[in-house]
């Protein structure tokens, strides 16, 4: 059974940075095949923000991220880092992060999700 545990969270000021981690017990290579982050804003839909392939490495982002994040991955740890920079009043919500097993998807669903680290930017 895949687990995903979150942390890092927490209040910063704008343009300021937050790094959150995301530790996954009981990945194989096949079920976190792909890992990565989703948010959640007061009031808004989960939207995706950016994931990583355990293969290659290659990301996809959402066009918000714009450069200000980057996420990382150690195989080994089975472990994602998401380093934000230049972070915005409007960046605050609940941060997920999310494993999908291998498979011929283009997009990121999310197979398997952690219980979410609050990240608040104060303006």
């Known amino acids: 059974q895949v687990q995903l545990d979150e942390s890092g969270g927490g209040l910063v000021q704008g343009g300021g940075s937050l790094r959150l981690s995301c530790a996954g017990s009981g990945c194989t290579v096949s079920s976190c095949y792909v890992m990565g982050w989703f948010r959640q804003a007061p009031g808004k839909e989960r939207e995706f923000v950016v994931s990583i392939t355990r293969s290659t490495g290659s990301t996809s982002h959402a066009d918000f991220v714009k450069g200000r994040f980057t996420i990382s991955r150690d195989n080994s740890k089975n472990t994602v880092y998401l380093q934000m920079n230049n972070l915005k009043p409007e960046d605050t919500a609940v941060y997920y992060c999310?494993?999908?097993?291998?498979?011929?998807?283009?997009?990121?669903?999310?197979?398997?999700w952690g219980k979410g680290t609050l990240v608040t930017v104060s303006s």
């Open positions: 999310a494993a999908d097993k291998f498979s011929s998807r283009v997009t990121m669903i999310g197979d398997y």
